[in-house]
């Protein structure tokens, strides 16, 4: 199979015919329609996750067509159009009997603990357990959107942070996950502050529902301006991008018992941030970490989508094929890309 490849962290990605999968019994060989280019997928190369081992196919946001399954798997025959959650479980550990497969001792990540979805077939581990049924209706492309991005989005919006209509919230940072959560904020009902450093990422997230944007690299005083703004702070405040100042920011924009959503990765010289301490016990404030979502807890997204007409092919920036999408993979750390990018041609 053709798949973008990488045999030296940090060094070109190239296009290579490579073997194709092979079929474990509990697994799934997937033939890929599509598939989103994140940041996660970028650290990957550059070398900042230890699960990746050399040589590798990055991608972890994919949907496609079930093309063979093991002898042991049960729900899922050739055809099913299908995409699942960027973190799997393996569904006998101690976190799946719980339900919470999204932090499975034993976890698999296609991209990440395996070759990943950069490739025309992927297999996918436990397949049983984490692999879900795409609707009709949604295409491959807006699966791929879904894909680590809008559902980690939701779970730290709606499990973790318990977003209400009403309710005020920050999203500090509008790549794909900050973009998701403002679509997800505005489809419950919630008053959405947009916090970035690019005004054309700004005026992407107004047009998705931001009710105000703020631009850092023109407000001296982030959290200043949101509790004035908001007469003393939001209830939810999300680190959608992963820094030490979007990191505070978001703690210190919160409103007495407010809750901060760290789901940006933290790493390199940002690993350790030093938090705000005092108002987190003054205050009463929660700091709580959001990793994903579990593929049993996709139809109450899917049922949200479809009844607030959720749009999230808008979010789709560019569409590649695989060259390009390997070659913008590599410059995601300028941070220019507007959007999602999305490979649908192998």
């Known amino acids: 199979m053709r798949a973008a490849h990488f045999t030296v962290f940090q060094q070109p990605i190239t296009i290579e015919k490579v073997p194709d999968p092979t079929l474990h019994p509990d697994g799934a060989i997937i033939q890929v329609k599509a598939t989103g280019i994140c940041r996660s997928d970028w650290h990957g190369w550059m070398g900042h996750d230890s699960d990746v081992q050399l040589p590798h196919v990055p991608g972890h946001e994919l949907a496609g067509i079930v093309l063979e399954v093991g002898s042991n798997v049960r729900n899922w025959k050739k055809g099913d159009r299908v995409t699942l959650p960027f973190c799997c479980g393996c569904g006998y550990c101690p976190q799946c009997n719980t339900g919470n497969q999204q932090i499975c001792d034993n976890y698999f990540q296609p991209g990440f603990t395996a070759w990943g979805s950069f490739a025309e077939y992927v297999h996918i581990s436990f397949a049983d357990v984490n692999l879900v049924r795409l609707p009709d209706a949604m295409s491959f492309e807006s699966a791929a959107v879904l894909g680590c991005r809008f559902i980690t989005a939701y779970r730290g919006l709606i499990a973790q942070g318990k977003l209400e209509p009403g309710h005020w919230v920050a999203i500090h940072g509008c790549g794909g996950v900050g973009l998701s959560a403002i679509m997800i904020a505005q489809a419950i009902g919630a008053q959405i502050i947009a916090v970035d450093i690019d005004d054309t990422k700004l005026a992407f997230a107004k047009s998705l529902g931001a009710t105000i944007t703020l631009n850092a690299h023109k407000i001296a005083d982030i959290p200043l301006a949101i509790k004035e703004l908001t007469k003393g702070g939001v209830s939810v405040s999300m680190d959608a991008l992963g820094s030490t100042i979007t990191c505070q920011n978001s703690v210190l924009s919160l409103r007495k018992r407010g809750k901060h959503i760290q789901i940006g990765l933290m790493t390199g010289t940002h690993a350790q941030p030093p938090i705000p301490m005092g108002p987190v016990i003054s205050n009463e404030l929660e700091?709580?970490?959001?990793?994903?979502?579990?593929?049993?807890?996709?139809?109450?997204?899917?049922?949200?989508?479809?009844?607030?007409?959720?749009?999230?092919?808008?979010?789709?920036?560019?569409?590649?094929?695989?060259?390009?999408?390997?070659?913008?993979?590599?410059?995601?750390?300028?941070?220019?890309?507007?959007?999602?990018?999305?490979?649908?041609?192998?």
């Open 287 to 346: 700091i709580i970490g959001s990793h994903g979502m579990q593929a049993h807890q996709y139809p109450a997204m899917l049922d949200l989508i479809f009844a607030k007409n959720i749009p999230l092919e808008q979010m789709i920036g560019q569409r590649m094929n695989l060259e390009e999408g390997a070659q913008a993979l590599m410059e995601m750390g300028n941070f220019k890309n507007v959007g999602v990018m999305v490979i649908d041609k192998f």
